[in-house]
């Protein structure tokens, strides 16, 4: 069975300031691992992957995160945030081994971005 | 729109009631997931489908939950004789069979307040 842990619930940044959401999982297998985001009101977006390949891993609105094997981490960052992302923002991990692809959440991080 | 639908999107219903909440998926999905969702956490997996079958249902699922999804396309979800602790947000996902289950698109949500 899989877990993962987002290290902060909350992060307050303002605008145009870098920010780093913390994700660590742990599992007995391979796992593919995803960002998903929720704007307020809405339901659950796909941010970004990893699946195989290159360890960093981008997003269409500037995100970026690094798979860490060893440190068994996926951490998500944006160099410059606007208002506009401000969201919640769950990191999830996936068996590759069961084919059953079902999703095991962090708590989620709620980030609020100020002018 | 053809994203996924849930409905009703809020449920408020007395204990010791029954609830069903209905999911509809994007229509060429054959995989469908049920996730729920409490306050200050991540959604947890109940059970998928794969076109009618229920592959595999969560220990969370009690035998006051059932869900189907009788000709592989809407699904539902009822809880039986519910209970405070049932209050939550119950979310709907679906996805392609095969090496592209892991994109899975969520529907809104249907929150559920047992009063």
């Known amino acids: 069975a899989q877990s993962v842990t987002q290290l902060d619930s909350q992060v307050p940044v303002f605008e145009e300031a870098p920010v780093e959401l913390r994700c660590n999982y742990s599992?007995?297998?391979?796992?593919?691992l995803f960002w998903y985001v929720q704007y307020p009101n809405q339901g659950l977006q796909l941010l970004l992957k990893?699946?195989?390949?290159?360890?960093l891993v981008e997003s269409i609105n500037g995100f970026e995160a690094e798979f860490n094997k060893s440190q068994t981490s996926f951490h998500l960052r944006k160099p410059s945030v606007h208002i506009s992302d401000t969201a919640e923002y769950f990191c999830?991990?996936?068996?590759?081994?069961?084919?059953?692809?079902?999703?095991?959440f962090g708590a989620g991080t709620t980030v609020t971005v100020r002018a | 729109d053809t994203g996924v639908s849930q409905n009703p999107r809020h449920k408020i219903t007395k204990r010791g009631q029954n609830v069903t909440f209905r999911c509809d998926p994007i229509?060429?999905?054959?995989?469908l997931y049920w996730y729920r969702q409490t306050l200050g956490q991540g959604p947890e997996f109940l059970t998928y489908?794969?076109?009618?079958?229920?592959?595999?249902k969560s220990r969370l699922l009690s035998d006051r939950f059932s869900a189907e999804r009788p000709k592989g396309s809407f699904s539902t979800l009822e809880i039986q004789r519910t209970e405070q602790g049932d209050s939550a947000m119950y979310l709907c996902?679906?996805?392609?069979?095969?090496?592209?289950?892991?994109?899975?698109?969520f529907g809104p949500g249907t929150r559920l307040t047992v009063t």
């Open positions: 996902a679906s996805s392609l069979a095969g090496q592209l289950s892991y994109e899975q698109y």
């Open positions: 599992s007995s297998v391979s796992v593919y």
């Open positions: 990893y699946l195989s390949g290159s360890t």
């Open positions: 999830a991990v996936s068996d590759v081994l069961w084919n059953d692809y079902k999703l095991s």
């Open positions: 229509s060429e999905h054959n995989r």
């Open positions: 489908f794969q076109n009618e079958a229920q592959l595999e």
